[in-house]
Every structure is written in C-alpha cells, then in structure tokens.
C-alpha cells in the first residue's frame, strides 16, 4: 500500500520547517510573511506529491471543516434529491462539501447520525426535522452551531427555518377542484404530527367546509409502498361516491396512481387526481398530473443564504429566520373542468 504523503515529508524534500509548509497549505503564507519563491516551491512540490491535507486536523487549526450535515427522511425521494441538487450547487459556491443522510423515519438512526455529525466537526446542519427529534436539535441550536430547518418545524422550536405555505396551497387546490364541478373530494395523508402535513390537512378541510361540502380523509400509517399501496386501494374501493381525490405527497401520489390503475378506473372521468409535489414523471404519465409545485431552487437559496450568514459570522446575534415561501400550481389533464358543474365554489 502506498504511503500517503505527509507535511513532514514535503518540510524534509524542501529542508525547511514543517510550521512553514503548514502555513503555506493553510493559505497563511502571505500573513507569516513567506516569500513568493518559497511559497511557490511548496505549492509545486504538493502537487507533484499528491499531498492532500486531513480535513479533521485542519479542523482543529481553523475551527472550520467546511462540510455541512443534511438530514432528510429518504434521500431518493423526488423532492428531497432535487432540492439536495440545488443545495450541492450553492454549497460549492461557498466552499462547502455536503454529507448526506436518511433517517427512514427512525429516531434512534436519525440520533446517531446527528452524532456523526458531531464527531465529523461539520459546520452547520441542515434537516427536515424527523418527528420526536426536537429535543435533539433544540441541543444543536444551544451548542450555537447554524442549523436551518426546512419541509417542516415545530411551533415550540425556535430555530431557523424555511417552508413553504402548506394551508394555503392545499385550500387553493381544493378550490380549483370544487370550482371545476367536483363535489367528492377525498385526502391521502399520513398519520404523523409532522407540521406541515397537518397544515396541508388543515387547507383541505377549511377548503371543504367553506364550499358545504363532506370531507373524506385517510391517514396512512406510512412505512412504503407496501402499507400504502393496500391501504388506497381499500379506501377507492369503500369511498365509491368519491369523484376527485388529493395526495399530500407525491410518493402516495405514485402509490395512488397504482391503485387507480389495479382498480381500473380512468382518470379525470371516474376520479380526478392532484398531486401536493410535482416532478417529472407527473408530467409524462397519461393523463398528465395536476400538482402543486415547491419552489425548490427559492428553498435552496433561501436555506443556503442563512446558513452562510450564521457561518461567516457567528460571532454576530441575529433574529431567528422563519421564511415561508408560496408555491405554483401547474394545471394538467387529471383535473379537467367536468361537463356539467354545480355551482358549488370555495
């Protein structure tokens, strides 16, 4: 195995002292007052051995190791691997690498991996809270390092945080169903206390009692598709009277898009269909989806802009940044105006 290069390696190449070929990896050539001509000889010699410094003892000198922990539920899902994307993009900008990682809704894996984070020195974190972690990031905010929540917040938490209008997006989207006839409209969501979940929710029954008419929610006990597959199956099935449904998240909007299929029912004729989450695939499927769209590079950029402030001045008090942001709604085939419409209206 190749022994890897060392600053003691390159100070005894060179014959000079390890101190100053530290000074000169660490950008501190000019404030230690190194000549241009040595400086360039280190800088040569590092790039013709290879030499790449240890992030953690450089982390030590510095205080910084200019890594940044981001935590989600799932990774792979559309939502959080294209906003993961636009992050990735303004973190280097910055100078900044990511560590990415997936709790899968475990709290015990979601506490050890705050823990590795801590053990990796990263320099602020950015989660979608898991639900019944707040203790633990309550804990990180005190320890004064920068942490931006996004997706969802807890009231009691006081933290940085940017989301998107959960209430509002869903009562327009119920609106746009009621206006275009629809008078039977059903609500997929999980059974979680995560906030944002229960504001889509609440949009939607503030929505339906507005325009007179009866709710009809299913809450999932959500683990994947194999629990939420069945579980839209047997509710279509039961609710026959229903004549447009919406999906709080496109991954049951994807698993109610299967059971519509097994069902064999058509789609906007039998059941209408809107999705809260857009992403490509729902704009390919036949009939084209209606969803609601998150504007995820305005998320980016609005996490990253508070993060980089806490980072680059931490020495600094600031107010606690609570963005909400709105979100668009694209209008495809799934929920087409029916023929004959009841003036029913939100």
Same mark, same amino acid.
């Given at each position: ?8 390696d &390159?100070? *005894?190449h060179?014959?000079?002292?390890? +101190?100053?070929v530290?000074f000169?990896v ?8 190194? +000549?241009?001509e040595?400086? @360039?000889?280190?800088l040569k010699l ?5 030499? $790449? ?5 450089? !982390?030590?000198?510095?205080?910084k ?5 981001f935590?989600?539920d799932?990774? !792979?899902? /559309? ?8 992050i990735?993009e303004?973190?280097?900008k910055?100078?900044? $690498?990511?560590i990415?990682?997936?709790t ?13 984070f801590?053990?990796?020195h990263?320099?602020?974190?950015i989660? %979608?809270? /898991? =639900?019944?972690?707040?203790t633990e990031? =309550?804990?990180?905010? =005190? !320890?004064r390092?920068?942490?931006?929540l996004?997706?969802r917040?807890f009231?009691?938490?006081n ?16 609106c746009?169903?009621v206006?275009n006839?629809?008078q039977? &409209?059903?609500?997929?969501t ?5 906030? @944002?979940?229960?504001?889509?929710? *609440?949009g939607y029954?503030?929505?339906i ?6 709710? +009809?929610i299913?809450k999932i ?7 939420g597959l069945?579980?839209? &199956? ?5 609710? *026959? ?7 709080s998240?496109n991954?049951?909007?994807?698993d109610?898009?299967r059971?519509?299929?097994?069902l064999?029912?058509?789609?906007p004729?039998d ?9 490509e695939?729902? =704009?390919f499927?036949? /009939?084209?989806?209606?969803a609601?769209a @998150? ?11 508070i993060?980089m402030q806490r980072?680059?001045?931490?020495k600094?008090a600031?107010?606690? !940044?609570q963005?909400?942001l709105?979100t668009?709604?694209?209008?495809? @085939? ?6 004959s419409? *009841?003036?029913? %209206?939100?």
């Amino acid at each position: 195995m190749e022994k890897k290069v060392s600053i003691k390696d &390159i100070a *005894k190449h060179l014959g000079i002292s390890i +101190s100053t070929v530290s000074f000169v990896v660490n950008g501190k050539a000019k404030e230690k007052r190194i +000549s241009e001509e040595l400086t @360039q000889r280190v800088l040569k010699l590092v790039e013709e051995l290879g030499y $790449k410094p240890d992030a953690l003892a450089r !982390s030590f000198r510095t205080g910084k190791t200019n890594i940044i922990g981001f935590l989600v539920d799932d990774i !792979s899902r /559309p939502f959080f691997s294209n906003l993961a994307r636009f992050i990735d993009e303004k973190a280097a900008k910055n100078g900044y $690498k990511i560590i990415y990682s997936s709790t899968r809704g475990n709290r015990k894996k979601a506490i050890e991996l705050l823990q590795i984070f801590q053990d990796r020195h990263v320099d602020g974190y950015i989660i %979608a809270l /898991p =639900e019944g972690l707040e203790t633990e990031v =309550e804990a990180l905010t =005190e !320890s004064r390092k920068p942490v931006v929540l996004f997706d969802r917040y807890f009231r009691e938490l006081n933290t940085d945080y940017v989301v998107i209008n959960n209430e509002e997006s869903t009562y327009k989207a119920t609106c746009h169903l009621v206006d275009n006839g629809y008078q039977n &409209i059903g609500f997929v969501t999980i059974d979680t206390i995560e906030q @944002q979940m229960l504001d889509r929710l *609440k949009g939607y029954e503030d929505a339906i009692t507005r325009a007179g008419l009866i709710p +009809s929610i299913l809450k999932i006990n959500y683990i994947n598709a194999a629990t939420g597959l069945p579980a839209i &199956i047997d509710y279509l099935t039961e609710q *026959k009277q229903l004549d447009a449904v919406i999906f709080s998240a496109n991954y049951l909007c994807m698993d109610g898009l299967r059971a519509i299929r097994h069902l064999e029912l058509n789609i906007p004729d039998d059941l209408a269909v809107l999705s809260f989450d857009d992403f490509e695939l729902l =704009e390919f499927v036949l /009939p084209t989806i209606t969803a609601i769209a @998150q504007p995820l590079e305005d998320i980016a950029e609005n996490i990253m802009t508070i993060l980089m402030q806490r980072l680059n001045n931490p020495k600094v008090a600031h107010e606690y !940044s609570q963005i909400v942001l709105p979100t668009a709604m694209t209008l495809r @085939q799934s929920t087409a105006k029916k023929t004959s419409i *009841k003036k029913t %209206a939100c």
